[in-house]
């Protein structure tokens, strides 16, 4: 009886010590956890490919993977995204059981561009260059060309030694400029400075022409590209003098006296003043007198320097009213006496 109690208590010496350390390991094996060792970015298209070019009005899939160092998936990681071009669904995302962050990318303005996006955690980062472009190929649909004078004013009429400033405009069928398009030109009048260009950033060719043997003409200038073509009509004129109306003023005086009254033995001094539009007396021009009553001493008589000039009426017995008229270049003045 003795023995059989020796070997049940050795027995269970075995077994709970078996027990003992079947338990040890298992708590060695739960205090090991996974750290992030990399991180990784891709950008997915409508079709879910992966790219870095995409439609400027397309949606972009952001998919970054967090890893541990056995590669190895790691949840509950938190990445902050930023980007310089498109608007962000998210700017922070939990990595998921797959170790992944997905947010998208939108390009609101449609802006077309290249851009880098960068995704981070407290001790990884990583960025990706990418673009949005435009899949419709831009066309040049309208042609417009306006001329400009001295003044930079949009006309027509230009003076005949005038440099007139040429400017073609070339637009794709989203009226947005186009550059880097060339553009002949040619013209009847005048010369050109150049006979092509090419558009600017703003769309617009800019020649002038020079109106060498100032000529006075009109002529038409032709501005064309491979598949467009526009003209305008312009002249050269002479230099445009305004002409002001010149003034004429009559006085009539007996013996120093302002009057339009005399006796028939007295006589009146008839004196015209003549100034132009400024009011400069304007000298020798030649004044006609003549009258329906009375004795003219002078027919005419030119102006002196003062723009001035004089005849003397003399009464011929006759007593009434009349009418002395003083005329210069188709101006009329009408006195009564």
Do not use: W
């Not at 891709?42 to 160092?69: C, G, H």
């Not at 066309?139 to 007139?164: C, M, P, R």
């Amino acid at each position: 009886m003795n023995k059989l109690f020796s070997m049940l208590f050795v027995i269970s010496t075995i077994l709970l010590s078996a027990c003992n350390g079947h338990s040890g390991e298992n708590e060695e094996a739960s205090s090991v956890t996974s750290d992030a060792a990399t991180i990784s970015i891709i950008l997915l298209n409508s079709q879910s490919e992966s790219e870095q070019s995409f439609d400027k009005d397309e949606t972009v899939t952001i998919q970054v993977t967090i890893t541990d160092a056995s590669g190895d998936p790691v949840n509950n990681i938190r990445v902050d995204f930023s980007a310089d071009l498109g608007t962000l669904s998210l700017d922070s995302k939990l990595t998921n059981d797959s170790g992944v962050a997905s947010i998208e990318m939108m390009n609101t303005q449609t802006t077309l561009g290249a851009g880098t996006l960068s995704a981070s955690t407290t001790s990884l980062s990583a960025s990706i260059d990418y673009e949005f472009t435009s899949s419709i190929i831009s066309e040049a649909t309208n042609i417009s060309v306006i001329l400009l004078n001295s003044q930079s004013e949009s006309k027509q009429s230009f003076d005949k030694d005038e440099t007139v400033t040429v400017q073609v405009t070339v637009t794709d069928q989203f009226s947005e400029p186009l550059n880097n398009i060339r553009v002949d030109l040619s013209t009847d009048l005048g010369i050109l400075s150049l006979d092509s260009k090419l558009t600017n950033d703003s769309g617009i060719a800019s020649i002038e022409i020079s109106n060498t043997e100032a000529t006075l003409s009109a002529g038409t200038l032709t501005a064309s590209t491979l598949s467009l073509s526009t003209s305008v009509d312009y002249e050269f004129i002479g230099d445009q003098i305004i002409e002001k109306l010149s003034m004429l003023s009559i006085q009539m005086s007996v013996n120093g006296i302002s009057t339009n009254q005399f006796k028939s033995d007295e006589q009146a001094q008839v004196l015209i003043t003549l100034n132009d539009g400024d009011g400069n007396a304007i000298e020798n021009e030649i004044v006609d007198f003549t009258v329906d009553a009375g004795v003219l001493s002078v027919d005419s008589a030119l102006t002196n320097e003062n723009g001035q000039a004089s005849a003397t009426i003399t009464g011929n017995d006759i007593e009434g009213a009349g009418v002395a008229i003083v005329s210069l270049s188709n101006n009329l003045s009408l006195i009564h006496i």
